[in-house]
């Protein structure tokens, strides 16, 4: 039998998750959620055919699973706040980004099954990539729950430590960004070559779609895929050159550690809320 599911605080994400999982089978009638406006209550529940309320309590009340989808600011009041309706069978799946697994242990104030993700917003259209991690009260079972769950929009990956989650987000969470910010350099440059917007556009995306789907359902090693099609002397090894030249693996590298101390420096930030 399906657990039912409460998503407390519905938005972009949890819009994702919620469709996605309608879309794979999961029955409507197993999931609620929550807002405080009554409008995204009447709007969600008209697009998924899912129970809106607007009593977080009422929800974790009826839910065998809770999914946190909160900002990260506001997610220790959240909890607090019904903390206790928490039952010792039920499985809390945090969204937060920064926020850790002791924390929220600490605010839900019981011996439960805890999982932090960390999901992106390819999630969106199918194409999610989520980091994800569980605490010692968590069983087999209820890990491959979860995976199912995020199955529904996209991939995920489990790490051991928490402290890889930092990672994660450089990786994942925040990546899609970078990418973004390369095709449009991609697109103004080809622009100021002559071609019209919407045609540098779709040359460049469906050349990062395809490269990105080559790497995910060949063998081969990227460095190879990209030897392929780098002829001695050829166009794409002068645009390499200049990549080269400009230290891309510095530049990737700056970028990445950038996000992840960023990231550490949230989290102490939330942590800090535990005192």
């Given amino acids: 039998m399906k657990p039912s599911i409460a998503f407390i605080g519905v938005g ?3 819009s994702a998750i919620i469709g996605g999982m309608i879309d794979a089978g999961y029955p409507a009638s197993k999931i609620m959620g929550t807002s405080r406006t009554a409008e995204k209550r009447d709007k969600y529940s008209a697009t998924f055919g899912i129970e809106m309320l607007a ?14 989808c909160v900002k990260p600011a506001q997610i220790q009041g959240v909890i607090e706040g019904f903390a206790d ?39 969106q259209v199918g194409a999610g ?32 430590e928490e402290a890889h989650m930092h990672t ?45 789907k080559m790497v995910t359902e060949l063998d081969d090693p990227i460095s190879q895929l990209r030897k392929n ?28 550690t950038a996000c992840v101390d960023r990231s550490k420096q949230l989290a102490s930030q939330f942590s800090g809320q535990t005192e």
């Fill in 168 to 212: 994660v987000t450089a990786l994942s969470g925040s990546s899609p960004a970078y990418f973004f910010r390369f095709l449009e350099a991609m697109v103004k440059s080809g622009q100021e070559q002559g071609l019209n917007e919407a045609a540098c556009r779709q040359l460049a995306t469906y050349a990062m779609l395809g490269a990105a």
């Fill in 129 to 160: 990539m989520t980091g994800l991690i569980a605490n010692t009260h968590t069983n087999d079972t209820q890990k491959a729950w979860v995976s199912e769950v995020f199955a529904s929009i996209g991939e995920s990956v489990w790490v051991e």
């Fill in 55 to 68: 009593d977080n309590n009422a929800a974790v009340a009826k839910a065998d699973a809770v999914v946190l």
């Fill in 229 to 256: 099609i780098t002829s001695p002397n050829g166009t794409t090894e002068q645009a390499l050159l200049s990549f080269e030249a400009a230290n891309i693996d510095k530049i990737v590298d700056d970028a990445m």
């Fill in 12 to 14: 972009n994400m949890a």
């Fill in 85 to 123: 309706q928490v039952r010792p069978e039920q499985i809390f799946l945090s969204v937060a980004a920064g926020v850790e697994l002791a924390a929220i242990e600490k605010w839900l104030g019981q011996s439960v099954s805890v999982i932090r993700s960390m999901p992106n917003t390819p999630s």
